[in-house]
């Protein structure tokens, strides 16, 4: 689950960067408070669901998609 949630946030980092989104138009977007904003700018993730990560990109505009994989043979 950590990695899934560090790739969620490292896309929503990468997404805020292509579409030059400030931190004040970014409180707007995901209708967060400016100290939840600077928690996610600055990496601190770890009371996040899945979900909200998410929920974040959507509103970015993101279509988000889950699929699995069975492991490969060793």
């Keep these: ?3 899934i949630k ?3 946030h490292s896309k929503v980092l990468e997404t805020i960067t292509k579409q030059k989104i ?5 409180e707007k977007i995901l209708d967060l ?4 904003v600077s928690k996610l700018l600055n990496g601190r993730i770890s009371t ?3 979900e909200k990560l ?3 990109l959507e509103k970015l505009g ?3 998609s889950v699929s699995f994989k069975p ?3 060793s």
Excluded: E, F, G, M
């Design 62 to 64: 993101v279509v988000t």
């Design 22 to 26: 400030t931190p004040r138009k970014l």
């Design 71 to 73: 492991k490969k043979a």
């Design 33 to 36: 408070p400016p100290l939840r």
């Design 1 to 3: 689950a950590l990695i």
């Design 6 to 8: 560090a790739d969620l």
């Design 54 to 56: 998410i929920s974040y």
């Design 48 to 50: 996040l669901s899945i």
